[in-house]
């Protein structure tokens, strides 16, 4: 498994926390437990394969929010 945390900012209520997480959701089909924050600017999920964080970039900011970074870890 893969933990995948991002920064994230424009974030401002739990309406923006679902609208990324089903954003994460839609763009890569196996991820799990996807968390968003806004009081803490980040978004988590984890996923079976190592995902394109280019791809989650994009996403996001397709969403309206501010992508800042990405990491990708192995658990």
């Known amino acids: ?3 995948i945390t991002a ?3 424009g974030m401002m209520c739990g309406m923006c926390e679902a609208h990324v997480q089903e954003a ?3 763009a890569f089909a196996g991820a799990k437990k996807v968390s968003a924050s806004h009081s803490k600017n980040e978004v988590t999920f984890q996923t079976k394969e190592a ?3 280019e ?3 994009k ?3 397709d969403t309206g929010y501010s992508y800042i970074e990405g990491k990708c ?3």
Do not use: A, W
Request: no cysteine; hydrophobic share 45%; glycine share 0%.
């Open 7 to 9: 920064k994230v900012e």
């Open 59 to 61: 996403i996001i900011t």
């Open 1 to 3: 498994m893969f933990k």
């Open 55 to 57: 791809l989650l970039k």
């Open 73 to 75: 870890e192995e658990q």
């Open 24 to 26: 994460i959701r839609n």
């Open 51 to 53: 995902p394109d964080l």
